[in-house]
């Protein structure tokens, strides 16, 4: 889904992460898949490079005496990545057995012949175990044509001291449920006290800003597309067009606001992040990796609001080349947990309707069975195994990503790492979830939404209703393709 730390997190050194906390970067050299002859069947796994150091390691238990299941990485980006797999399948590799797909790919994959349906009793027992959110993307027309194996949502990170003194009381542990308004309000407010005034989000051109627009759109009671993956729904009644504007509406709030980065309209993930790390923002709209980040980070002494944790240094980054790092006793991250909270505290999504919850995008990587493979049948009983209750917690306390499964919420390890591990569940349910438009012509309608919306701030809102509608109809009817 993009730069996606948001959706990517997953790698050797996160299997330590997950219970430490911490976060870190992978980067896994491209195998190349091959059958093997004469020494039975071999099922190769394309994984997103963020997380494939864990489905190999989960790859390996999914192997039986029938078959031998391999994981390999696919490139770094997102869009290389969706490329490989395409010219793979396109070209039928027939050593392509699963596919890692982007939840935004399903519907592609699907309607191009190249993802199999699963199975009726595979795809009904999905229904049954998986949180509702992460199963939409992976539907299409109906059918379910890939099996989520993680998930993610965004959450509002705060300054709960500077919130506190903009406040004029103590905040707690119970997260503040605000509105962009008071988002906007506070921010300022906080510059009139001497404290920190930017609001971090992703306003860049690429995928990030259409996910911000997304979650504003659905959570203003708009949509994109209809059912159908189609008909675009942005400006079709005046309810939609009211939704619309609304969005953009906070989008050019936060971009025209005083104090806001001066970088805002080239801000990413990591950029939200070091925004907020450098003590520089009150609040980020950002993806959970970055609550390890900063406990890591303010560990080593870099976080300017976190010094009460440079005394635990040695355990959150222990030397690269260490042999066997202290694992921190659960009284030691539960220390680390407490005071990182007194400063840096995790929210629910700012709604944009006072009292209705915002509907959150959905990240997250799905699991599919390539049409490309020689052994359906034992192809599909891997992709069960890749994906199930044992798999996910692995992808959890291993990877660090958010699992599809609503009760590994509650296991204990996966707790210790993530606080917030019940809000992240909150925000993908049936109607806090929203997901971006499922249609195969998603990465055209992207890419021309991308170049509409930025630089984020410069149109008004409602001509950009209009503009957004016909890029929007533009890449419904294959045309435009290049902004």
């Given at each position: 889904m993009t730069t996606r730390r948001r959706t990517r997190l997953g790698t050797r050194r996160r299997s330590r992460a997950a219970a430490v906390g911490l976060t870190a970067t992978m980067a896994v050299t491209l195998l190349a898949g091959c059958g093997t002859e004469g020494e039975g069947i071999t099922l190769n796994?394309?994984?997103?490079?963020?997380?494939a150091t864990t489905v190999m390691e989960v790859a390996e238990t999914c192997s039986t005496s029938e078959y031998k299941v391999v994981g390999h990485s696919l490139p770094k980006s997102a869009d290389d990545q969706r490329?490989?797999?395409?010219?793979?399948?396109?070209?039928?590799d027939r050593t392509m057995d699963?596919?890692?797909l982007d939840v935004n790919w399903t519907a592609e994959f699907a309607e191009a012949g190249w993802a199999l349906p699963l199975p009726d009793e595979m795809a009904a027992a999905a229904k049954k175990t998986m949180l509702a959110g992460p199963l939409k993307t992976a539907m299409w027309q109906d059918k379910q044509y890939a099996a989520p194996a993680w998930t993610n949502t965004q959450l509002l990170w705060y300054r709960k001291d500077s919130l506190e003194k903009v406040l004029g009381r103590k905040i707690g542990n119970t997260p503040p449920k605000l509105t962009w308004d008071q988002v906007i309000q506070y921010a300022a407010r906080s510059g009139e006290l001497g404290g920190p005034t930017q609001v971090e989000v992703q306003?860049?051109?690429y995928e990030g800003v259409v996910v911000w627009f997304n979650t504003l759109l659905e959570s203003a009671g708009g949509r994109m597309l209809a059912d159908d993956g189609r008909t675009v729904t942005l400006t079709d009644t005046p309810e939609h067009r009211a939704a619309t504007v609304k969005a953009l509406t906070i989008m050019r709030q936060l971009a025209t606001a005083p104090g806001r980065d001066p970088s805002f309209t080239q801000l990413k993930e990591n950029d939200a992040r070091l925004g907020m790390e450098t003590g520089k923002a009150i609040f980020q709209v950002n993806w959970p990796y970055v609550f390890a980040s900063a406990k890591q980070n303010g560990a080593a002494g870099t976080v300017p609001f976190l010094t009460e944790l440079e005394k635990f240094n040695e355990l959150l980054?222990?030397?690269k080349d260490a042999t066997d790092p202290p694992e921190p006793t659960t009284a030691q991250l539960n220390e680390i947990n407490n005071l990182t909270r007194q400063k840096f505290d995790f929210a629910p999504y700012p709604a944009v309707i006072a009292g209705k919850p915002a509907k959150t995008t959905v990240g997250g990587i799905n699991f599919a069975?390539?049409?490309?493979t020689r052994y359906e049948k034992q192809a599909f009983a891997a992709l069960d195994c890749l994906t199930n209750e044992k798999a996910g917690r692995t992808y959890a306390v291993k990877g660090g990503t958010p699992p599809v499964f609503s009760k590994l919420?509650?296991?204990?390890?996966?707790?210790?790492?993530?606080?917030m591990a019940s809000l992240i569940r909150d925000q993908l349910q049936e109607n806090t979830a929203a997901v971006r438009p499922i249609t195969p012509l998603y990465t055209a309608m992207s890419t021309l939404l991308q170049a509409t919306l930025t630089?984020?701030?410069?149109?008004?809102?409602?001509?950009?209703?209009?503009?957004?509608?016909?890029a929007a109809q533009k890449a419904m009817d294959g045309k435009g393709l290049v902004p």
């Open positions: 796994v394309y994984a997103p490079a963020d997380g490329l490989q797999l395409a010219r793979r399948a396109a070209g039928n699963i596919m890692g306003a860049a051109q980054n222990p030397p069975v390539a049409k490309t919420y509650d296991d204990p390890e996966f707790r210790k790492a993530y606080p630089p984020v701030g410069s149109q008004e809102p409602d001509q950009l209703a209009d503009k957004l509608t016909e």
